[in-house]
């Protein structure tokens, strides 16, 4: 067939391709400035395999002279390449007339499988096109051997034996139409056990083939878990360290993280009388949601990734005073809430390892004040608070980096 090259195949695709250069006429190169259409076909493909122009122009380049200059009136065909396990599948529908036939491909490279596809549907609609023509010869009598094949053809190959074997019972009729030929028997060696057969291809009545949906992409997704140190001043007395641990869902530029945080009682007392006081403590969850620009893609290993996540969250807790210092001293525990706005930076400094680090500002929505009777205040949250963290991540996942 004009247009055709030799390359390698994938396991499931050598039986089409044997079956393909096993069915149908082969004709001779289309007369100087003879211009060749093209079928129509539909094409679906993921991303890094052949696509509709490139198979398209294999299509072409296979036809040759069997491309019909005043177009396929009625032909259609249709491809959906897709991932199948380790490997790839190729699914193959042509109709025309009311007639349609289908048959799956499989091999290990989506490239190797699209070449074979395209192979198998040139020979598909050769066969179609020219079947009309080949039934309308005189049909040759018994014991006669066939003429020759005209020039510009390749003949089929002889029958083994020196004899003309006598006609078989005819066989019961099949509605006409284009048929994708599956591998032929006396090659049984290349054939495999998931190959297409022939019993797969039955003629269906009518209906038009109704497009394939290609596969929906995967969303890449990561996972992280932190646990860090900070210090937190303005809501409680004075300034403190506190602990805070976390998990975050990484998604392609953004990151949904659930933490909590503990920060540890910071005591106040009165000149007078000495010794009498109480100690303020926060423990808290918080969710936010943080957009996460990356600075730079990471390499191979995954190390070298810089993102910047800016987050945004409500924090809810328990805020709990201690009294210390005199008689009847006990423990209140009020409702803690408070919205914050967190930027960041994450480096990952080996392929699962990153060093986290923010600060944030923290404005709390319960204020609450605490005194010891008949004393004055003694306690109040501030308006505003200011935090820092620094810690280390640890990356789950399989998002793309």
């Known amino acids: 067939m004009p247009g055709a090259r030799l390359h390698r195949l994938g396991p499931g695709a050598c039986g089409a391709l044997v079956a393909a250069l096993s069915a149908g006429p082969v004709h001779a190169s289309p007369a100087a400035g003879q211009v060749a259409s093209q079928p129509a076909l539909a094409w679906s493909a993921p991303p890094g395999c052949p696509q509709s122009d490139e198979v398209r122009a294999w299509l072409a380049g296979h036809l040759g002279a069997a491309a019909d200059p005043s177009g396929y009136p009625g032909l259609t065909s249709q491809g959906v390449l897709e991932r199948e396990g380790a490997g790839w599948r190729l699914r193959l529908v042509i109709a025309r007339d009311g007639s349609r036939g289908e048959k799956t491909l499989r091999g290990r490279d989506c490239e190797e499988l699209a070449r074979s596809g395209a192979l198998a549907l040139a020979i598909a609609i050769e066969k179609a096109l020219s079947g009309a023509e080949a039934g309308a010869g005189p049909e040759p009598e018994a014991g006669q051997v066939p003429a020759p094949p005209a020039a510009g053809t390749v003949p089929e190959p002889a029958p083994p034996a020196a004899t003309v074997p006598e006609p078989a019972p005819p066989a019961a009729t099949v509605p006409a139409g284009p048929q994708i030929p599956a591998p032929p028997p006396s090659e049984p060696a290349l054939a495999r056990e998931d190959a297409p ?60 993280e659930l933490t909590g945080s503990w920060w540890p009682g910071r005591r106040r007392a009165y000149a007078e009388p000495a010794g009498v006081g109480a100690a303020a403590q926060i423990g808290a969850a918080a969710l936010r949601v943080c957009p996460t620009p990356r600075l730079r893609r990471a390499g191979k290993t995954g190390a070298g990734l810089v993102e910047l996540p800016l987050c945004a969250g409500v924090e809810l807790g328990a805020l709990v005073v201690r009294g210390s210092g005199f008689t009847g001293a006990r423990t209140v525990r009020t409702l803690w809430a408070a919205v914050e706005v967190q930027p960041g930076a994450v480096w990952r400094f080996s392929r699962r390892t990153a060093l986290w680090g923010s600060v944030a500002l923290v404005v709390p929505l319960t204020r609450d004040s605490f005194a010891v009777e008949p004393l004055p205040e003694l306690i109040r949250t501030g308006v505003v608070g200011f935090r820092a963290a620094v810690g280390l991540e640890v990356h789950l996942g399989r998002e793309k980096n």
């Open 197 to 256: 057969r022939e019993s797969d291809i039955a003629p269906a009545s009518v209906e038009p083939a109704e497009p394939l949906a290609p596969p929906r992409p995967r969303v890449a997704v990561g996972h992280a878990l932190r646990l860090a140190v900070g210090l937190e001043a303005g809501v409680l007395p004075g300034a403190g360290a506190g602990l805070l641990g976390g998990y975050a869902l990484r998604l392609p530029g953004v990151r949904v």
